[in-house]
């Protein structure tokens, strides 16, 4: 069965960086592309752009360009986010998801979410 | 970027209601439009895409219309795993951008 599962919370300090992993199962890793979602704490999805993991081609929604990068490891069907520069309003659950073409567009697999906490 | 509107932002509801939430699109986003179901503490769930395509094991009380630039998510009795946050999004263009989410609560 499809699984994402996406690497154990973080608590950092302001100006670090953090990597986080989503690992990929049950499926071929390159035949769907990888979105990340970011939800802060009470408040609703941003989606922050997504990866072509056959290609590693990567697209940001504007706001998360320059600190934030996507990547890939398909040799163990992983992907990546990593943050650098950490501010305390990356304070957030950040979400990956299979991305699926069937007329459309969509995110049918999540994973669990990995909570970032960034405190001084 | 493509503004979703979703309507209302909360609900209360009880259950065997009829709900209805919509979504809309700032512009033509034709039928690229999907509806997750997110619950406290737990990951979203995709319940239609492509406006009205139900998502694979999501039970039929679920169910996606469009008219124009407006999408309406229906569940035709609620039931009490129902009651969670909703959101649209749209996948027409860059950036993806999903709708402000609807909290359905008990009445």
């Known amino acids: 069965q499809v699984q994402l599962v996406q690497s154990g919370s973080e608590l950092k300090k302001p100006g670090a960086s953090v990597k986080l992993s989503c690992k990929a199962s049950?499926?071929?890793?390159?035949?769907?592309?990888m979105n990340w979602m970011r939800q802060a704490p009470g408040q609703g999805l941003e989606w922050m752009g997504w990866i072509n993991t056959n290609t590693g081609d990567r697209t940001y929604a504007q706001g998360f360009t320059g600190r934030f990068v996507f990547s890939l490891d398909t040799s163990v069907s992983t992907a990546y986010l990593q943050i650098s520069s950490l501010k305390a309003e990356d304070t957030a659950v950040y979400f990956c998801?299979?991305?699926?073409?069937?007329?459309?567009?969509?995110?049918?697999?999540w994973g669990q979410g990995t909570l970032v906490t960034v405190s001084s | 970027d493509i503004q979703m509107t979703q309507s209302p932002s909360s609900l209360s509801a009880s259950v065997g209601d009829r709900v209805n939430i919509t979504c809309r699109a700032s512009q033509s986003i034709s039928n690229h439009l999907n509806w997750y179901q997110q619950k406290p503490g737990i990951a979203p769930k995709l319940l239609i895409y492509a406006a009205s395509s139900l998502q694979s094991g999501v039970p039929s009380r679920f169910s996606g219309s469009r008219s124009g630039t407006d999408f309406t998510l229906t569940i035709s009795s609620l039931q009490p795993e129902d009651f969670a946050t909703y959101y649209c999004q749209q996948t027409y263009s860059s950036p993806r951008t999903f709708g402000q989410g609807t909290k359905v609560e008990i009445k």
């Open positions: 049950g499926y071929t890793f390159t035949d769907y592309g």
């Open positions: 998801a299979r991305e699926r073409f069937t007329s459309s567009w969509y995110a049918d697999f």
